[in-house]
Nanobody
Framework: VQLQASGGGLVQAGGSLRLACAAS????????GGWFRQAPGKEREFVAA????????YYANSVKGRFVVSRDNAKNTMYLEMNSLKPEDTAVYYC?????????????????WGQGTLVTVSS
């Protein structure tokens, strides 16, 4: 599976953005998905995970209540709705996937990755 992340950009604090992660080459519908981010000078960290059918969602504490992960398997796409954005949310956001029906929060659990999309939140 090849993933393409999009939707990043510049937004003011308190604003919203929706990222999309489109899969190609084969169906993503049977795989678990995740979002990670890497801020300047920091290591990449977990943001959100979703099971293959969207029935299980899991979030990092730093984004819980503000971000929503979802997927549309008919469109082979996963989304990350980001609300109440803060300057500390500024990072390159990556989507990832792997086979399996559950959800996964460790980077090493994922088999394939998108190229990343930059989100910049101004204060």
């Amino acid at each position: 599976v090849q993933l393409q992340a999009s939707g990043g950009g510049l937004v003011q604090a308190g604003g919203s953005l929706r990222l999309a992660c489109a899969a190609s080459r084969r169906s993503f519908s049977g795989d678990a998905g995740g979002w990670f981010r890497q801020a300047p000078g920091k290591e990449r960290e977990f943001v959100a995970a979703i099971s293959w059918n969207g029935g299980i969602l899991y979030y990092a504490n730093s984004v819980k209540g503000r971000f929503v992960v979802s997927r549309d398997n008919a469109k082979n796409t996963m989304y990350l709705e980001m609300n109440s954005l803060k300057p500390e949310d500024t990072a390159v956001y990556y989507c990832a996937g792997r086979g399996g029906s559950y959800y996964y929060i460790r980077q090493e659990d994922y088999d394939y990755w998108g190229q990343g999309t930059l989100v910049t939140v101004s204060s």
